[in-house]
């Protein structure tokens, strides 16, 4: 396997419907600047207050198409108890050898669904465990995975009450984006169970588009998706620095 990157852009999270909510958008603006897109779904929504396992591969098969990714699977961490096990890390450490992705985006590191925040310290950890080289990961074949890091790892910060480093404009996105979400019938069609967890099929569209139209206005554009990275950005012409200041 040589060095290139097979995938520009992962995204890993916690459960199907995650990357819908918070980070479709920019998986859909790379998408259409040429990049190769994939996500990893950590669990299989057997926990889920609404609909199965099945439905919920269904759905996240019919969303990744209107997603336009390239590659979609989910691994079986259980649902509702994601640990940051080692045996869970060389699962997702395993991926990142095989799509060896440029930049990986996980769940921000705090929120209030466990296996969110436990999903963006597994993802890290285990972006750091794959580039380590005397880990031996294989392929389907049996053949040792060589080690790899991402460049860049970055956190969807959508519902973090946390200042964004950046955001990404999604303005020409935000329809397809939110079809992707209500691909997910089982959990935001209208259905008895779990009423006062979901939000109503007919406030979807709403809030979808209020969230992404609050962090439009801090960049300057119509609608945006937040994202944190804890690295210090760096700037060679400051005159190209977006966003203006008054």
């Excluded at 440029?102 to 925040?117: C, E, G, S, T």
């Excluded at 009450?161 to 209500?182: A, G, K, T, Y």
Aim: net charge negative.
């Amino acid at each position: 396997m040589t060095a290139t990157h097979i995938y520009d852009v992962l995204a890993v999270a916690a459960h199907r419907d995650d990357v819908e909510q918070t980070c479709g958008g920019t998986l859909l603006c790379m998408h259409a600047q040429g990049a190769r897109t994939a996500i990893l779904d950590l669990t299989r929504g057997e926990a889920g207050t609404r609909g199965t396992a099945e439905e919920r591969a269904a759905e996240a098969d019919a969303a990744a198409k209107l997603l336009q990714v390239e590659w979609r699977e989910a691994l079986d961490l259980p649902d509702g108890n994601i640990t940051n096990s080692w045996e869970n890390k060389l699962k997702v450490a395993r991926i990142i050898r095989l799509l060896r992705p440029r930049v990986v985006i996980v769940p921000y590191w705090q929120a209030r669904h466990p296996d969110h925040a436990t999903a963006g310290v597994l993802g890290y950890e285990a972006c750091f465990a794959a580039g380590l080289s005397k880990v031996e990961l294989l392929d389907g074949s049996g053949a040792p995975l060589p080690a790899y890091r991402p460049f860049k790892i970055i956190y969807a910060s959508l519902y973090a009450d946390v200042r964004p480093s950046f955001v990404v404009d999604i303005s020409e996105f935000i329809e397809p984006r939110l079809q992707s979400l209500l691909a997910y019938r089982s959990q935001y069609g209208d259905r008895p169970e779990g009423s006062g967890l979901f939000v109503p099929e007919e406030d979807i569209r709403e809030r979808t588009f209020a969230l992404a139209r609050f962090y439009g206005l801090l960049g300057g554009v119509r609608y945006a998706e937040p994202f944190v990275q804890k690295e210090v950005g760096l700037v060679e012409d400051l005159r190209l620095i977006p966003v203006q200041s008054i």
